[in-house]
């Protein structure tokens, strides 16, 4: 069993959903998730906030959140995930926001500069992590993360 499997029958098991709120990974985190049969047991909804209009439009990230830290931030990943969760009604959510590359980095958020927020009834942990490669394997790299982090905050 992989751990897109693990995931969502460790959801199914403690009876909790799941959402999704993604920039950079583009849907690639909801994605996994829905490829496991079974899923619609768990999965609520996923939104694909690229750009920072529809962070604020549809996921409720206070603008001045993104004014202040921008969207490469733990700020504004736990306001992803919180938003997520409470717009979808879900249990759990997990949120993805960074810089893919090739281009777009910064001193302070470098390409492969991903945030990662896993909200759990209530709670939102973030991480920082800085993966390396081109475009295609850091949005793969931060959507593995992801999942791995979501189950690490369920077992």
């Known amino acids: 069993m992989n751990e897109n499997e693990l995931l ?7 009876k909790l959903t799941i959402s999704c709120a993604e920039s ?6 909801a994605a996994a998730i829905t490829d496991v049969a079974g899923s619609s047991e768990v999965f609520k909804r996923s939104f694909v906030t690229y750009c920072d209009e529809a962070k604020h439009e549809m996921l409720g990230v206070d ?5 202040n830290f921008t969207a490469v931030s733990p700020q504004c990943a736990e306001a992803m ?3 997520c ?5 879900a249990d759990v959510a997990v949120s993805v926001t960074g810089i893919a590359g090739p281009g777009g980095g910064t001193e302070l958020a470098p390409v492969g500069c991903v945030y ?3 909200y759990v009834k ?4 973030t991480e920082k992590h800085l993966f390396e490669g081109d475009r295609r394997q850091v949005r793969r790299l931060a959507a593995q993360r992801a999942i791995h982090g979501m189950l690490q905050m369920l077992q």
Request: with cysteine.
């Open 122 to 125: 209530g709670m939102v942990v």
């Open 85 to 89: 969760a409470q717009i979808a009604d």
């Open 8 to 14: 969502v029958h460790l959801l199914a098991q403690k």
């Open 63 to 67: 603008q001045d959140i993104l004014d």
């Open 81 to 83: 995930a919180r938003g």
């Open 116 to 118: 990662i927020g896993f």
């Open 24 to 29: 950079c990974t583009g849907g690639m985190v």
